[in-house]
């Protein structure tokens, strides 16, 4: 890895046309600004990345000298243990010489001088200062990372400079938003096809420098990165990855002037950034494993070794419907470098920032990505004993299966100026690559994952409810009919929702029958589960009809589906 060079803030050569090609349109008053601004950026950038390999080469040559490694006041007081025993070792030889009479100087003296000299010399080896250890200097203050069991010392003058220029960065960006429409209006910078100065420069300092990102992320897992620092520098990926996305999901056309919202109902603050979270996503595209292999291992604070899924590896449950079909080994365990639990949240809003853009959804979802992506969250980052990790986990793997999309909401219009989006792939949202991906991988992670072991007995209490609200969600959402009917068509997943309505949580009690109801009121059950409904017709219809009482008369909904799964328990019969 070679050392990044910090450029000069006034580069030879003119960036003005490079940005306005790259970025679209750009006033000539504006290139000088962008020139100026951009070579800022890159000094930031540069700067930053610079003082990342000093504090890294730092850690490395500690590692390899341990004298080096040892604290500042250690090799004091060694230095200290070893005057005093140099100081003591000449008094003992001046004590010797006192007794035997002989002289310790080299030079021609009276026997009487040698006697005085000598009886001097060893008053002052035995009351001198350095035989007398001094007292140990106070610890430095310490810092207390909030939601951490550890503290981290006072920065050091590079740790601080980094620190400083990411904060710097943050505040270019964060105020250049807040400012957008103060100093101009909406409408005039979407008509001129104007871009943010600050954050187009930095696509521009990134796009230079590609492997800045991929290295802070693999240094922010090494924990070099100062605190505040790791905060700023995730609040920047995730403001560049979604600057220019709806709330919807979709990113902003451009194809409306109006000075409030567009004909397809975007905002123009979103038209303005399009280009940036368009730029932004194409680099994470171009660097995808340094970036994705990071913030996906960065969730394993736990980093203990054994059978669970691993970026980069396979589990060994996946010999069994294996992704690409093949019947590999699991790979070797090895220990996995610990996180901490800010780093894994920071690791999980870039990662479902970066997820909101369907390319790279698409791609992190692929067959060859899902036993290294995919399949460590189901496997072992849902299980952190931390509960905010946990949480945070969870909320990403719902993503993997829904796509972010809200399945009671109505599907969003295609956008304006498109293709036929029905047919390009490029076009489609989130929630119709979720909805292919759990189709195409139903036995992996349908079966094998979410209704075998994440709700097991054995699966604990936030995992299990998190897990069965999930089922419910992907089975109810339009897109997934397919993925629902071969869900309820299985006998033994309805054993184990039948199971789920028996537990000591009235919680998941509650998320089981929204499940159940599914089965009853498919139209087209099998005759296996049309079986098992009918023998156990009697216990059921008992159950439900005192099945959560109480929200009958707050929750009408819930009475009424409840009537209704009774009744049609009642008049189901077996053909035969």
């Not at 990372?145 to 601080?160: K, M, R, Y």
């Not at 938003?177 to 979407?190: T, V, Y």
């Not at 520098?233 to 979604?242: G, P, Y």
């Not at 970026?311 to 992704?323: A, I, M, Q, Y």
């Amino acid at each position: 890895m070679t050392d990044p060079g910090v450029p000069s803030r006034a580069p030879s050569n003119p960036l003005g046309g490079i940005i306005a090609n790259i970025f679209g349109g750009g006033s000539k008053s504006g290139d000088i600004t962008s020139i100026e601004t951009c070579s800022d950026m890159e000094f930031l950038i540069c700067r930053t990345h610079a003082d990342l390999h000093s504090i890294v080469r730092g850690d490395e040559d500690e590692d390899d000298d341990e004298h080096e490694h040892e604290p500042a006041a250690a090799r004091n007081e060694e230095e200290k243990v070893t005057d005093i025993q140099t100081a003591g070792e000449h008094a003992s030889v001046l004590d010797t010489a006192r007794l035997s009479g002989g002289s310790t100087d080299f030079g021609t003296r009276s026997p009487a001088r040698e006697r005085d000299e000598t009886s001097a010399n060893v008053e002052d080896a035995d009351l001198s200062p350095a035989l007398v250890p001094a007292p140990s200097p106070p610890p430095p203050p310490q810092q207390f990372v909030h939601g951490n069991s550890h503290t981290i010392p006072q920065l050091s003058p590079t740790e601080q400079d980094l620190a400083s220029c990411m904060a710097r960065i943050k505040s270019l960006i964060l105020d250049e938003h807040n400012d957008f429409g103060k100093k101009r209006a909406p409408s005039d910078a979407s008509a001129s096809g104007q871009t943010p100065p600050h954050a187009s420069a930095l696509i521009y300092a990134l796009t230079k420098h590609p492997d800045f990102v991929p290295d802070v992320l693999t240094n922010l897992l090494r924990g070099v990165i100062p605190f505040e620092a790791r905060k700023d520098f995730a609040f920047m990926v995730c403001f560049m990855l979604v600057c220019g996305i709806h709330d919807d999901g979709m990113l902003a056309s451009g194809t409306s002037t109006s000075a409030s919202a567009g004909a397809d109902g975007l905002d123009e603050t979103y038209r303005f950034y399009r280009g940036i979270s368009a730029n932004m996503e194409q680099y994470v595209l171009e660097n995808f494993e340094t970036i994705m292999d990071p913030l996906v291992r960065g969730h394993d604070v736990v980093g203990a070794a054994g059978s669970l899924a691993e970026p980069g590896g396979r589990s060994e449950d996946d010999t069994k419907g294996s992704v690409a079909g093949e019947a590999n080994a699991a790979a070797p365990s090895k220990q996995i470098q610990k996180s901490t639990p800010d780093v894994a949240l920071h690791c999980g809003a870039m990662l479902r920032a970066a997820l909101r853009h369907p390319k790279l959804f698409r791609l992190f979802l692929s067959d060859d990505n899902v036993s290294r992506y995919v399949l460590p969250f189901l496997d072992r980052y849902v299980h952190q004993p931390n509960f905010e990790v946990q949480g945070d986990a969870l909320e990403t793997m719902n993503y993997f299966f829904t796509g972010g999309i809200n399945p009671a909401a109505p599907p969003a219009p295609p956008r304006q100026g498109s293709k036929d989006t029905a047919d390009d792939k490029e076009s489609a949202n989130t929630g119709d690559i979720a909805s292919e991906f759990l189709e195409r991988q139903y036995a992996l992670i349908v079966e094998d994952r979410l209704n075998n072991k994440l709700l097991s007995p054995k699966t604990s209490y936030v995992a299990k409810r998190a897990s069965i609200q999930l089922l419910s969600t992907v089975l109810l959402t339009r897109s997934n009919y397919a993925v629902m009917m071969k869900y309820v068509s299985s006998r033994h997943n309805l054993r184990t929702i039948m199971l789920l309505l028996r537990d000591q949580s009235g919680h998941i009690t509650f998320d089981a029958f929204h499940v159940f109801k599914i089965f009853v009121a498919n139209p087209q059950k099998t005759r296996e589960v049309t079986k098992i409904l009918v023998d156990n017709r009697t216990k059921l219809i008992k159950y439900l009809d005192g099945l959560h009482k109480d929200r009958e008369s707050s929750d009408i909904q819930f009475r009424d589906e409840k009537k209704l799964v009774i009744s049609t328990l009642e008049g189901l019969e077996l053909e035969e």
